[in-house]
């Protein structure tokens, strides 16, 4: 991409340069949103016009991804990830199929995710070069995770992270006309899944983990049913293309802490328009390797609720599995 591997962004710089906090993951593409005159951003709930069966895309390749966890083979992810998305959208070329989402004269916001499985670097380099390929300046970036991003490609670029009235980083407001959501798939343990929905915890402030003080956030009561009011936002719902999921190693139990023993190398990235049923297809693949390790179902505890209020509730996609199309590469 005319980047010498000198010039890019060490894994030291890289984690120095992101967030460390952040309850939670996830995202979507969507829909409009309305909003009346005095309703506060909790409020906010979406239209929807029914479609057809929205597609999200498996691409696996076990040699992605070392043994131990400890290596990733760059050159692979960059394949996985045009396999996935040319799958998506039926293109012939990496730089046609992203360019259904994002073109040149775009300013990218990309929501990515630090906590207890951080996306590799490796994918983000890809989803980067990838986006200089379509034409998108490193300087129309900027990649972000709670109160500290990195614009640009490169480390010694770090972009402070502020808020809008409504609790929402001005990231999506104001820099953005085009969001990215890139979570890493993981049990949760206050949400049950950690993927796209629950990945916009990271791109708001206010939240209180016990809901008190009139937080302008109470997503976490019940099992963060509600956290589909956070993509719901017109700032983030209105601008949103396309959802990422690393699935290289995901975890399937536990949380904050992360036992190695629940981790697994699946070589995954899951792509898709419809942020719900990506993280249908997530916890899919979540229970499966739940029961595989038990010997029996071993159901999510607690359990996944806000996947389905993020569909019956705030309409922001298709959370019945037999109604996606899941094609795997």
């Not at 630090?114 to 998108?136: D, F, K, N, Q, Y």
């Not at 949380?255 to 899951?270: A, E, K, S």
């Amino acid at each position: 991409m005319g980047k010498r591997r000198s010039d890019r962004l060490t894994r030291r710089d890289f984690l120095r340069g992101t967030a460390l906090g952040a309850l939670g993951w996830g995202a979507a593409v969507g829909a409009g949103c309305t909003r009346q005159s005095g309703e506060s951003p909790a409020q906010t709930v979406p239209t929807t016009a029914p479609g057809p069966r929205p597609r999200v895309v498996i691409a696996r390749d076990a040699a992605a991804i070392s043994d131990d966890g400890q290596r990733v083979d760059a050159t692979r992810v960059n394949e996985l990830l045009a396999k996935a998305l040319k799958r998506l959208t039926d293109e012939e070329s990496l730089v046609a199929a992203l360019g259904r989402f994002v073109r040149s004269g775009d300013r990218v916001g990309i929501k990515h995710s630090v906590m207890m499985t951080p996306v590799h670097e490796e994918l983000l380099w890809a989803l980067w070069e990838a986006l200089e390929a379509v034409g998108v300046p490193a300087a129309s970036v900027i990649t972000w995770d709670r109160d500290q991003g990195h614009r640009g490609y490169r480390a010694g670029e770090p972009a402070a992270v502020s808020y809008d009235a409504d609790h929402v980083a001005t990231i999506c407001s104001e820099f953005a006309t085009v969001l990215l959501n890139v979570p890493g798939l993981k049990s949760h343990w206050v949400a049950g899944l950690g993927a796209c929905l629950k990945n916009w915890a990271g791109a708001v402030s206010g939240l209180d983990i016990r809901d008190q003080n009139n937080t302008p956030w109470p997503i976490h009561g019940d099992s963060c049913a509600d956290i589909g009011m956070l993509q719901a936002h017109p700032s983030i719902q209105g601008k949103l293309r396309l959802c990422v999921v690393d699935a290289l190693r995901p975890l399937c139990h536990g949380g904050p802490q992360v036992n190695p023993q629940y981790l697994w190398n699946y070589g995954g990235i899951i792509v898709g328009t419809d942020a719900v049923a990506v993280d249908r297809v997530g916890l899919d693949i979540i229970q499966k390797r739940r029961n595989e390790v038990r010997g029996e179902e071993w159901p999510l505890s607690p359990p996944p609720k806000h996947i389905a209020t993020a569909a019956a509730k705030y309409h922001l996609g298709e959370a019945n599995l037999d109604r996606i199309e899941v094609v795997e590469v």
